[in-house]
T-cell receptor, first 112, second 107 residues
Framework: DGGITQSPKYLFRKEGQNVTLSCEQN?????MYWYRQDPGQGLRLIYY???????QKGDIAEGYSVSREKKESFPLTVTSAQKNPTAFYLC???????????FGPGTRLTVT | KNEVEQSPQNLTAQEGEFITINCSYS?????LHWLQQHPGGGIVSLFM???GKKKHGRLIATINIQEKHSSLHITASHPRDSAVYIC?????????FGAGTILRVKS
């Protein structure tokens, strides 16, 4: 079955620690995206990648970093510089940038 | 001000009712997406359209490029349609999301 997976579903970290969220897709999609969702707010784009070894900042990239070394993988690191890291993080992919997106189940990160 | 405005923010309907959710945007776009987010958080893409109308089962999406407006209709609504419906527009290399419409369908 083709799809997009994120792990873990729930993640707890202490303030000051970096944490990496996993996102893997086997849909052979070129484009991948990371979004953040806060309660009562819309999705906000953190980073996106249109192709392997390339990525661009979205609207709220500060305090985050990504890599795209393989087509199927787009991990997101939430660094200690991110002031309000507690949120629901969603990864998505599409055949090309802007095409219909397929979303992963999300990771709920809590930092205390 | 968000460049994508959805209305209503909250909507409660009785099972069987016809539902309309609206999305207005302020810039020229190349495509518009409608997404559905279930209470558990998972998101499903419903439609991507750049003109006209698309239909899938009980869902219909329309877009009017001149008026910069799109509507999502649900016919014969059912409690399982309860979810957050999100509109997103693509212009240039920018994706902008609306805040979502929370729909609750009561049986």
């Amino acid at each position: 079955d083709g799809g997009i997976t994120q792990s873990p579903k729930y993640l707890f970290r202490k303030e000051g620690q970096n944490v990496t969220l996993s996102c893997e897709q086997n849909l052979n999609h070129d484009a991948m995206y990371w979004y953040r969702q806060d309660p009562g707010q819309g999705l906000r784009l953190i980073y996106y990648s249109q192709i392997v070894n390339d990525f661009q900042k979205g609207d709220i990239a500060e305090g985050y970093s990504v890599s795209r070394e393989k087509k199927e993988s787009f991990p997101l690191t939430v660094t200690s510089a991110q002031k309000n890291p507690t949120a629901f993080y969603l990864c998505a992919s599409s055949e090309q940038f802007g095409d219909e997106q397929y979303f992963g189940p999300g990771t709920r990160l809590t930092v205390t | 001000k968000n460049e994508v405005e959805q209305s209503p923010q909250n909507l409660t309907a009785q099972e069987g009712e016809f539902i309309t959710i609206n999305c207005s945007y302020s810039v020229g776009i190349s495509a518009l997406h409608w997404l559905q987010q279930h209470p558990g958080g998972g998101i499903v893409s419903l439609f991507m359209l750049s003109s006209g109308k698309k239909k899938h089962g009980r869902l219909i999406a329309t877009i009017n490029i001149q008026e910069k407006h799109s509507s999502l209709h649900i016919t014969a609504s059912h409690p399982r349609d309860s979810a957050v419906y999100i509109c997103a527009v693509l212009y240039g290399n920018k994706l902008v999301f609306g805040a979502g419409t929370i729909l609750r369908v009561k049986s």
